[in-house]
């Protein structure tokens, strides 16, 4: 039976799940997309990132691609990692959570003065 | 010097070997790239603080091995590993079991309560010859009994149980030792030392718990040894003295200065087995992987 409300991802994994959404990545690569995306709020560490991708592969999130060279860097061959059809359907559920969430401070008229930073 | 990026990267692959294995195998080689090219983006930004860069990855990955090695523990996969490649198991618990046999002993012998280190040497002692003989001897016999029980089942299924009931007897040996030290230590006025009540009473109890310790251990090295003569699993040199390592445990109730001698025979059984068990298991290991090679490219 499909989970219809998947529990909500770790911030880490929503920005991995974010940084593949348009295209495979190798380790680095996903770092600094995440910092693009993120405005450069999110900076994740080596340790965090692959923690996360190994929970991720092993639940079918993102999958390894095939291992080659990055032409923008330097002639090591690296592995790439992509979305899978399963990581797809988490982030677009993420996001419909994200949308829920804004829709009621919206509804609520607390987005976006009244949070603790203008008081 | 720490800061040259080369004894940095060094260091770096250094502390990825601290990942679990299975982790390692599988990104730590991503893992160093990624590494290389976080240290080349440094280098290439005009002004950058590269202590701090360090030290900030370094905390963070530390971080991030503990992490994944406490996830191992928690779900389970050490555990699983252990009993799918009992010979590395065994091999600890012999070498557990070889310093508790002589660590202890020694500390009981010429150990003074009244030195400074005294109690905590004391507590050391009181938990190899208690916990960690008592896990130990469990570990190596039930790893034996993976390995020849199914040529002689009934003698190694008593040999476990036998095998408990000496380590509930050390354990309990612990315990009752620990107790009387720490009820001396907390009511230095009753001076208890000096009441042979006490002391008669304490020395039967300690020495009555571990002669049946002894004894329930002798039970268990016989039968191991019977099943691994007949069974021809074992060296016939290591089954004989299984065979009167037994007979000697069997009756250090009835002559306590047969202990030292038993303890010995229990050093040399142990690493012998623990090496035996390691050897076998490390040859499954390589078999059970050649077996899965041919299929490991089907699609």
Redesign the interface.
Known sequence: MTNIHPPPLTPAVFHILLALSNGER???GI?KQVEVDSQGKVTM???????S??RM?DAGLVKESDKRVDPE??D?R??YYQLTGVGAKALAAELERYKRIVSLAQERKLYPRTFAYDL | MIYEPQSVRRLYKKLLALYPRG?RE??G???E???N??C?ERKQQAEYRWAGFVL??FV??????I??HVLLITEGATMKSMLANPGSAALISSILLAVAFIVAPLIYLLGNLRDAMGPFSYAVADFLYGPVWAASLVTLVFALRERIGPRAPRRMSLALLATVLAAGAMIAVACIRSANRHYHLIHPELHLENSSTVLIVWTTLVAGVTGAGWHFLGWALVLIGSAGWTSGQLPRVLSMLYLVGGIVSLFVYLLPAMEGNAAMLGVVISIWQGLLLWKSGSAEAQASLIQLEPGAFDS
């Open positions: 190798h380790g680095y770092m560490g080596a340790g965090t990132l692959y923690g991708l190994k592969l860097m330097d090591e690296r592995i | 982790f599988r990104l080689e991503s893992m790239q990624t590494f090219d976080l080349n900030w990855i963070e990955t530390a971080v991030g091995i992490r994944e």
